[in-house]
C-alpha cells in the first residue's frame, strides 16, 4: 500500500515557480511533522523545511524567502510553494511525515518528484 506520494515536480526555467503536493494515507495514523527534504546527484539529502500540527514553518537558509510550505490536515496534505527557483535547487525531492499510529511513533518517506530547473 503507497502510504506517501508526492507530485508536482517538473521541468522549470530559473525564476520560475512549481508547487509540490504530498499526500499521506490514513493508515500512518495522526499526522504530526511533515517535512520536505531534497537530494541532488552526488550530494547528501538535506532538510528544506517542515510543518507541525500547529502549523509552525522551518526553513533551511538555502530556501527561506523563496519556497513556502502551508498543509491542510483535514486531507493529510504538505504543500511546498517553490518561487524563483535556481539551478541549484535542482533535486529530487522527498516528502517525510511523522506519525503516531495507536502507540507506535513513525517516520515515513515518500518515492519523491523530481525538480529541475533549467538556467
Known amino acids: 500500500q503507497v502510504q506517501l506520494v508526492e507530485s508536482g515536480g517538473g521541468l522549470v526555467q530559473a525564476g520560475g515557480s512549481l508547487r509540490l503536493s504530498c499526500v499521506a494515507s490514513t493508515s500512518l495514523g495522526t499526522i504530526h511533522d511533515m517535512a520536505w527534504y531534497r537530494q541532488a546527484p552526488g550530494q547528501q539529502r538535506e532538510f528544506v523545511g517542515s510543518i507541525n500540527r500547529r502549523e509552525l514553518v522551518r526553513y533551511s537558509d538555502s530556501v527561506r524567502g523563496r519556497f513556502v510550505i502551508s498543509r491542510e490536515s483535514a486531507r493529510n496534505t504538505a504543500y511546498l510553494q517553490m518561487s524563483r527557483l535556481k539551478p541549484e535547487d535542482t533535486a529530487r525531492y522527498y516528502c517525510?511525515?511523522?506519525?503516531?499510529?495507536?502507540?507506535?511513533?513513525?517516520?515515513?518517506w515518500g518515492q519523491g518528484t523530481q525538480v529541475t530547473v533549467s538556467s
Open positions: 517525510k511525515v511523522d506519525s503516531i499510529l495507536d502507540v507506535n511513533e513513525l517516520s515515513t
